[in-house]
């Protein structure tokens, strides 16, 4: 149970990140991205913010332990595939159109309305697909 | 209006503490994505509740700062057809990218690792595009 409560907690910590910084407002999001419109740069102040804390926990992880054990997850594979290329891209336009992501979309749920519910329920459907679209994209073209 | 980086500022180190307790502690990569992901198409099995609890505490914490405090005016669109091509092609993009602005951008930019730095020029870009291309030009969003 100790896995799952401080999961709790660190959701509860990114949830309560996202709601105040701005993050699940639609309106900032997108006027972040219009560079060509009332450019708003309040989340480059966001991604900064949230990048110094990992930026030390990642150094701390050096020859040590998760304090529940196991291991730290291994540095990956730092190639660039294609499916990192088109997959970032298409959600960008996502993200871009609706002016939401994955955790903001959560975390907007109980105070959204009925847009989020819809965007979470159409993000839900592309994820249950995305494993079938994956698989035409490797059949096209041979897997890098 | 002013107090807008600010919040951002602070907001964003709520945002990476979380980060930095769910690596720290759970040794995990806190990715919204590829925990939601995981419980979604059942790749998740082996970390099933840690997942639910995890997603539990995003949707909570604001939901109980709302019944509180108040909440914010939502301004997303209310355009059905925006919505689910939206959604769609956010789940499809997160799960072929392995990640999204939280597993990405978070926490792969702050290990200097080459893929989370090249998928968030490549979604900042793309995101910049699609609002120029159907704001100002096409008037849909």
């Known amino acids: ?144 | 209006m002013q107090m807008d980086w600010i919040m951002g500022l602070v907001g964003g180190a709520i945002i990476g503490l979380g980060a930095a307790a769910y690596l720290l502690i759970n040794g995990k990569i806190m990715g919204a994505s590829g925990i939601l992901g995981g419980l979604v198409d059942g790749s998740g099995r082996d970390s099933f509740r840690e997942r639910l609890f995890f997603l539990a505490g995003v949707f909570i914490a604001p939901a109980l700062i709302v019944m509180f405090r108040g909440g914010i005016e939502t301004q997303a669109t209310t355009n059905v057809l925006v919505l689910v091509v939206a959604g769609l092609l956010v789940g499809v993009g997160t799960r072929i990218a392995n990640g999204c602005t939280s597993g990405h951008g978070v926490c792969g930019i702050s290990r200097l690792n080459l893929r989370g730095i090249v998928a968030t020029v490549f979604y900042i870009l793309a995101g910049g595009i699609t609002v120029v291309l159907f704001r100002h030009i096409l008037g849909v969003i």
Not at chain 1, 123 to 141: C, H, K, N, Q, T
């Open chain 1, 1 to 144: 149970m100790k896995r799952e409560l401080y999961a709790l907690f660190a959701g509860g910590l990114f949830g309560v990140g996202l709601f105040i910084s701005g993050m699940t407002e639609t309106d900032k999001v997108q006027g972040w991205l219009d560079v060509f419109g009332q450019w708003d740069p309040t989340l480059a102040f966001v991604m900064g913010g949230a990048i110094i804390p990992m930026f030390f926990a990642w150094r701390y992880t050096n020859n040590r332990q998760p304090v529940l054990g196991g291991d730290f997850p291994a540095k990956p594979d730092p190639k660039v595939g294609r499916n990192l290329i088109i997959g970032s891209t298409l959600f960008g336009m996502g993200w871009g159109l609706a002016g939401l992501c994955p955790g903001p979309s959560i975390a907007s749920l109980s105070y959204g309305g009925w847009p989020h519910w819809l965007f979470f329920a159409a993000m839900i459907s592309g994820m249950i697909f995305a494993p079938r679209f994956r698989e035409r994209l490797d059949s096209m073209v041979p897997a890098e």
